[in-house]
């Protein structure tokens, strides 16, 4: 974004100055954000991968050393719920049954550290939706006109239309079809003003020139070549089933001996049944002979369900490339964007409409959809899933080719969150792609009108997104931070195998930063 939401006058002044008609009140939360208008506002979307590092490092921690965002020693930081858009938790909006509740917008709202808004402290806004994927981010960061994004529908504070704004603190838990979403906590203020909003900072699993479901807003608007993609980390994605396939697999595997007698009902190394990637290669594209469960155990008639994700998921831009090569094959020479009329090796990805007898193919929207999915009680599911999930006791990951994306050799429990990453980084589990920040590189110089130095919030949230010293999450293998296990010793590079020019559609490599 270009930040096109600061106020001039409001950072250089006190925010509540003359030229607001509602005074600035800085004395509780709530009139916080009722009262005063942003200087900034810090956009962040796309991918949920690294979520969990936002709000590590917007937050100051003495333990880590995270300096945090925001200044809190004169108003405290204020927790902001998104009530009012789609994006949202629907606390509003009941009647949108097809999110999972408590999914979507993220927002923080407080004063600014100062060296991070032009050296003047001004109320700061950031917000985060994980309700995007990848090329929804990609392409709020690259449309012509913002509102043709509907994920950029967002939270916002502060007066409006010169009146204060109605948002409420949170005093007891938001509910949404029976589940609580929202939960009473100190300094937590739910707002039903939304508005669409350019992003800062797009969170990819993938280069943007890999994604194929772009919207059609990103046409006349930034062009790739103008993007700064900056690689932050590798992420690994596995293959998932439900319970019940898991068992029939393992069963069936059992019986050809290919998995010891010894090993039924048993989660283990040892006695985790194995597919190959031509398999599921066969079965997640339109041009392959597995349609059904008989494709992985002959005679067996059970109703199957591709779990994937939508075409403008990161993690489906992640399957398109590692078993159709779609992605990877299917540049258009001109744009540079992806299309599905690409090369005669690229293969095209199943979608909702390829069903077949005994195959139901779900383009899911979210993560968490995947996960439903994969945790029926009934029939059969797959799908491929981030290796961070780590499989619940709902539903369990499954070898590819032999090798476990979440078992040491001989293990016999899965591996824990912080040891997820050690099959990637030694390069055993191949199954991961680079996750890039992404943002338009007009972004990143002075603009005098606004009276920022944007770069400021960009690239100190580019740089600590990359940094496994301020976190550490799980099946992510970082490029910068703590030495050890925490970097990782494999990448996708190019054919120079020169850094930075990483490309997810080259061999995973051995690679010394």
């Not at 979520?51 to 405290?76: E, H, M, Q, R």
């Not at 991070?116 to 960061?141: E, K, Q, W």
Request: aromatic share 6%; with cysteine; net charge neutral.
């Amino acid at each position: 974004m270009k930040l096109n939401k600061i106020a001039v006058a409001g950072m250089m002044l006190a925010a509540g100055s003359s030229f607001a008609a509602v005074t600035c009140d800085k004395t509780t939360p709530e009139k916080f954000v009722n009262t005063c208008t942003p200087g900034v506002t810090f956009f962040v979307a796309g991918s949920s991968a690294l979520g969990g590092a936002i709000s590590s490092v917007l937050n100051a921690n003495v333990v880590t050393g995270v300096k945090g965002y925001f200044d809190t020693t004169s108003v405290p930081l204020v927790t902001v719920v998104d009530a009012g858009s789609k994006n949202g938790p629907l606390v509003s909006n009941p009647t949108q049954t097809a999110k999972n509740p408590g999914n979507g917008v993220s927002a923080w709202y407080g004063m600014s550290r100062a060296e991070l808004t032009g050296g003047v402290s001004v109320p700061l806004l950031v917000v985060y939706n994980s309700y995007m994927g990848s090329a929804a981010g990609v392409s709020n960061v690259m449309a012509k006109d913002v509102k043709d994004v509907p994920e950029a529908d967002v939270v916002t504070v502060g007066p409006v239309n010169g009146n204060a704004n109605t948002c409420q603190v949170v005093s007891t838990a938001l509910t949404f079809n029976g589940s609580t979403v929202v939960t009473t906590a100190t300094n937590k203020v739910a707002c039903t003003t939304h508005a669409p909003t350019r992003a800062d900072i797009a969170i990819s699993d993938v280069d943007a020139s890999e994604l194929v479901g772009m919207y059609d807003a990103v046409n006349g608007g930034v062009a790739l070549s103008k993007l700064v993609r900056t690689p932050l980390a590798m992420q690994g994605f596995a293959i998932g089933v439900n319970n019940n396939f898991y068992t029939a697999l393992q069963n069936n595997q059992i019986a050809s001996g290919a998995l010891a007698s010894s090993c039924t009902g048993l989660y283990t190394e040892a006695c985790q049944p194995s597919i190959s990637r031509v398999q599921y290669a066969s079965l997640v594209t339109k041009e392959g002979k597995i349609k059904s469960a008989a494709g992985f155990i002959p005679g067996d008639t059970t109703p199957l369900t591709l779990a994937r994700r939508d075409q403008l998921s990161g993690t489906q831009a992640t399957s398109n490339i590692y078993f159709a090569s779609e992605v990877c094959n299917a540049l258009d020479a001109k744009s540079k964007i992806n299309t599905h009329g690409g090369a005669l090796t690229a293969l095209l990805a199943a979608d909702a409409a390829s069903f077949a007898p005994g195959l139901v193919v779900h383009e899911n929207v979210q993560t968490g959809d995947v996960e439903t999915d994969l945790k029926s009680a009934s029939d059969y599911s797959i799908g491929v899933i981030a290796l961070s999930k780590g499989a619940s006791t709902s539903y369990k990951f499954v070898k590819l080719d032999g090798k476990s994306p979440n078992f040491a050799k001989g293990g016999t429990t899965p591996l824990s969150a912080g040891n997820l990453r050690n099959n990637m980084i030694n390069g055993s589990w191949d199954l991961q792609m680079t996750a890039y920040a992404i943002y338009n590189s007009a972004n990143s110089t002075y603009n005098a009108k606004k009276g920022i130095l944007n770069t400021y919030l960009i690239k100190q949230m580019v740089s600590d997104l990359s940094d496994s010293s301020l976190h550490d999450l799980a099946a992510i293998g970082y490029f910068n931070g703590t030495e050890g296990a925490k970097k990782t010793s494999y990448m996708r590079v190019a054919s120079n195998g020169a850094a930075p020019d990483i490309n997810n559609c080259a061999p995973l490599i051995a690679y010394t930063k």
